[in-house]
């Protein structure tokens, strides 16, 4: 069973600065796709970014904005968010999954619980 743990959200003013922190369970960082999802009030979940071993994907909203990383040894992964706007403004979920397609998909298998990132204007 994974487990994920997200943290670093906050109230930030728009043209700041985010990085946000998911701490995972055993090797899943090392050895599972990982990915950032968030979701507005009144809106659905949206995808963000993740990382995979064939590279970084991001939403079209957040590209040159938002960068995934991670570190395998700490078992985090991470999203810095720069250039943060209003419209940022919602709950950033971590999530995890083995299989590949998943960057494809977005049908992630496990996720966190969610961390706020509020941006006023």
């Known amino acids: 069973q994974v487990q994920l743990v997200e943290s670093g959200g906050g109230l930030v003013p728009a043209g700041g600065s985010l990085r946000l922190s998911c701490a995972a369970s055993?090797?899943?960082?090392?050895?599972?796709?990982m990915g950032w999802f968030r979701q507005a009030p009144g809106k659905e979940r949206e995808f963000v970014a993740a990382?995979?071993?064939?590279?970084?994907y991001y939403t079209d909203s957040v590209k040159g904005r938002f960068t995934i990383s991670r570190d395998n040894a700490k078992g985090t992964v991470y999203l810095q968010m720069n250039s943060l706007k209003p419209e940022d403004t919602a709950v950033y979920y971590c999530?995890?999954?083995?299989?590949?397609?998943?960057?494809?998909?977005?049908?992630?298998?496990?996720w966190g619980q969610g961390t706020q990132v509020t941006v006023s204007s």
């Open positions: 999530a995890a999954d083995p299989r590949p397609i998943v960057v494809f998909s977005k049908e992630f298998g496990s």
């Open positions: 055993g090797r899943t960082v090392s050895s599972y796709v």
């Open positions: 990382i995979s071993w064939s590279g970084a």
